[in-house]
Every structure is written in C-alpha cells, then in structure tokens.
C-alpha cells in the first residue's frame, strides 16, 4: 500500500463519515440453494440469531440474521446498489456489471462479470467476532504474498492484501474479501490498479456496514 496509502485513507475515512448506504442489498436475491455445507477446519459456524444488531456493533457477539439457511442482509450488500455504482463510477462502465451469487459454508460470494475478467466480493460469516479473526488469521498465514494493511487505511480493523489484487478485512463477525486478481494490473480509464480497486470496494462495503449495522 506504500504508493497509494493516503489518498485511499483519506477516501476511505470520507466515505465512511459521508456516504449513503441502503439497508437492502438492492435487487440482490439470496441464491435458492440455501443449504449449507458442514463447516471446513477453517472455516466458522454461521451464527444463529433474531436479532438484528448483535453482530456488527459493539462487541459483534452474534451475525445479524445469519442462519444455516443463508447470509445475512449485511452479507447480502455485497452484490447491492452501493458496491455496483461504485464499480460502475471506477471503472467508467456503460452499465451495471452482470452479477451472480452463491451461499455455501458460510460464506455469501458475489461474482462480478466484467469484460476484463472477474471479481469477486464475499463474506464469511462467524458465530461471534473470535472466530472470525481465527478465521482472518489462518487466512493471511496462507495467503500469497499477504501484507498487512496498517495505520490509517485499515480503519481500525485487522486487514491485509495480497500482490495479486486482494483485499481481505475483519470486522465483528465477519471476514470480507475483495479478490481482483482475475483482473489486469490496472484497467478503466484512470489506470487504477486492481489492488487499489479492492481497497476501494472494500472500504465501501465497511461504510454500508458501519452505516447500518
């Protein structure tokens, strides 16, 4: 993040002081698959709970609305109308990027198609904040290439990418991954690598969260 930290700092804490967020994953649909796999070693049961504000606020001791059979509405604004405009307004496109996605161990993927390859944005889904960061951490132990995203642009959360074009952040119950690396180095008409197009995205996705938690 040596080049590009300040200025995606920066945009990052604005977007996350400023910007709007819509509680509803917009036209998203939840897949109709909805069953879950057994959890693998590394990856975290999805918590059970009704209630609607235990998992990303505070001590993030539930995942709001995460069932076995399917992610919760903040899992689900990964394929909304704020990560989609935002990749729209990057990447100067004609129109929204077709999208599909899936639910299974736990984890919500959204897929999107664009002309230069894919991205994919998922989610995975703890019980509680503990396992998540178990979860985070064996995930950068086996991650590529992984550094640490430190200081102002991790906006507090445990974070780290990888040279190949991911980005991976913790909060509360959940680990977020923003994976470009299907992606060119950089691409849209300003050039923007593909590392600083899932710092981006992330940090959009962290404002819908801390929006409406």
């Known amino acids: ?13 604005s977007a996350l002081l400023l910007s709007g967020c819509a509680t509803a994953a917009g036209s998203v649909t939840a897949p109709s698959d909805l069953s879950t796999p057994a959890a ?21 001791s539930a995942t709001p609305d995460a069932t076995a059979d399917g992610p919760s509405d903040a899992a689900l604004m990964v394929c909304g109308d704020q990560p989609k405009d935002r990749l729209t307004a990057i990447l100067d496109l004609d129109s929204e ?21 894919d991205l994919e944005i998922s989610v995975q889904e703890a019980k509680d904040q503990a396992t998540a960061l178990t979860y985070f951490d064996a995930k950068q132990a086996l991650a590529k290439d992984a550094k640490p995203i430190e200081g102002l642009a991790s906006l507090g959360f445990p974070a ?26 950089t691409l849209g008409p300003d050039n923007i690598t593909r590392n600083a197009l899932a710092y981006q995205l992330s940090t959009t996705i962290l404002a819908c969260w801390v929006e409406h938690p």
């Open 160 to 185: 780290y990418e990888t040279a190949d074009g991911s980005a991976v952040f913790q909060k509360d119950s959940f680990v977020l991954q923003v994976d470009a690396s299907d992606l060119p180095t």
């Open 97 to 117: 990027p077709h999208t599909i996605n899936d639910w299974a161990d736990s984890t919500f993927t959204c897929t999107y198609h664009l002309q230069e390859g």
């Open 1 to 13: 993040m040596k080049q590009h930290k300040p200025l995606l700092a920066s945009l990052a804490l």
């Open 40 to 60: 693998t070693a590394v990856s975290p049961e999805a918590g059970h709970t009704d209630s609607h504000g235990g998992g990303h606020h505070n001590d993030g």
